[in-house]
């Protein structure tokens, strides 16, 4: 099995998430990392950052669609005059699991839940669905998030798609958690500080202390 790693909204930690993922779990099975629909290539990428942290364990894949300016993808397709085709994606992602069938995805996605793909309103969520893959949702851990956070979680759910956990990134906030874990019926995965240094080492020592009821080991064991 793979999982997702989705957000409530940009720069959440969707990129450090899955970095984390990959280390704490690279141990047991055979894994691989896919951005398919990346913006703002005019500076690091995600799958660099990715490439740099953990690329000595685990394989990183090329995205489908990468795109110049660090805006929305339906906006960054428009202005390159290059639409993005989801059938493209998903052909992809059948491909890459033909490709090693031992080996298991997690996928990053893109901004929030609904950010737009396409001009004609095929949104991330929409290929969420056509993916069938569970989601690991992060969220901010400080003010906003118990709304940004339980609005996901509910499109999740209008939407069917398999909750994989909550991770919630910054400082520890335990009044946020239990509101998020009270309010959203949910229990919170992990919690992940922002770490001083990203790096190979910092994200190491970060996957040490990550997920230790080990709640995620199944997306991984088959």
Not at 144 to 159: P, Q
Request: overall charge positive; aromatic content about 6%.
């Amino acid at each position: 099995m793979s999982l997702v790693v989705v957000g409530t909204d940009t720069e959440v930690g969707k990129t450090v998430v899955s970095a984390v993922v990959l280390a704490r779990y690279a141990r047991r099975r055979r894994l691989a990392y896919w951005k398919p629909l990346a913006t703002g290539a005019d500076g690091d990428t995600d799958t660099g950052l990715v490439r740099r942290w953990v690329g000595h364990r685990v394989e990183v894949l090329e995205e489908a669609y990468l795109y110049d300016p660090p805006v929305s993808p339906h906006l960054a397709a428009r202005l390159a005059s290059r639409p993005i085709d989801p059938e493209l994606i998903l052909g992809k992602l059948v491909q890459h699991a033909l490709d090693d069938p031992r080996r298991n995805l997690v996928v990053e996605g893109i901004g929030g839940l609904h950010v737009p793909i396409t001009d004609q309103g095929y949104l991330l969520s929409h290929l969420l669905q056509d993916m069938h893959l569970p989601c690991l949702l992060v969220a901010r851990s400080g003010l906003g998030t118990i709304n940004h956070t339980l609005l996901s979680l509910e499109a999740l759910r209008k939407r069917k798609l398999e909750l994989a956990g909550v991770v919630m990134v910054g400082p520890r906030d335990k009044e946020n958690k239990a509101a998020i874990e009270k309010y959203g019926d949910v229990k919170v995965t992990a919690e992940l500080e922002w770490l001083p240094r990203l790096g190979r080492a910092s994200i190491e020592r970060a996957a040490r202390k990550f997920d230790t009821r080990g709640r995620l080991k199944r997306y991984f064991e088959a």
